[in-house]
């Protein structure tokens, strides 16, 4: 099933972190054959000891993907990097407060810091630039389901559902820019 009707996608990653979603997304790619422009945001990259350290390959029983998982962290910071015909990477050393995209991606994954941890990154105004950064009819995704998140991406626009989570959560959020 396609979520988008364009065959190009446009995605923004808030909280590039270990890479884990970039990865996941490339692989799901290569069944759908969409064509993804992903941009990953990431304020304190991981240091090449740490990235060392993540066996997701294995655990995705997808060695064959590891070269790709490693040029991902390998790769110079504001450049765009082809890592397989269908998936090329932006990855942007920036706070997320200095996006200010507008209507450019079908999809953003807000995978910052819980709200308890950084509840500087679960506002109203951090939302407004989420709204403004999405086409229309694009979505929003987080692994966080609190209140006043919600309520915070309803005060902007925001059609927002709750979700059942992935294992280790009880829900998440969707968010829909009408």
């Given amino acids: 099933m396609r979520l988008f009707k364009d065959k190009h996608i446009a995605i923004l990653e808030i909280g590039f972190g270990t890479g884990l979603n970039a990865i996941i997304t490339a692989l799901e790619i290569e069944k759908q054959g969409s064509i993804v422009q992903y941009t990953g945001v990431e304020k304190y990259p991981l240091k090449p000891v740490e990235v060392a350290q993540l ?3 294995t655990a995705l029983k997808r060695g064959d993907m590891q070269s790709k998982f490693n040029l991902m962290h390998s790769a110079d910071w504001e450049q765009d990097i082809q ?3 269908n ?8 706070d997320f407060s200095a996006i200010t995209d507008k209507e450019l991606y079908n999809l953003i994954y807000f995978d910052a810091f819980g ?3 950084q509840p500087e990154l679960w506002t109203v ?3 407004e630039s989420m709204f403004k ?5 694009g979505y929003l995704v987080t692994y966080c ?3 006043s998140v919600r309520r915070a991406m309803l005060a902007v626009g925001f059609l927002v559902e709750r979700l059942p989570g992935p294992p280790g959560k009880r829900e998440m959020l969707r968010a829909k820019k009408p």
Wanted: proline residues 4%; glycine residues 4%; hydrophobic residues 45%.
């Fill in 87 to 94: 998936f090329t990477l932006l990855k942007q050393q920036k």
């Fill in 55 to 57: 066996d997701y390959m």
């Fill in 115 to 117: 709200a308890r941890v």
């Fill in 133 to 137: 950064a999405l086409k229309k009819d």
């Fill in 125 to 127: 105004t951090v939302f």
């Fill in 145 to 147: 389901a609190k209140g």
């Fill in 83 to 85: 890592v397989s015909p």
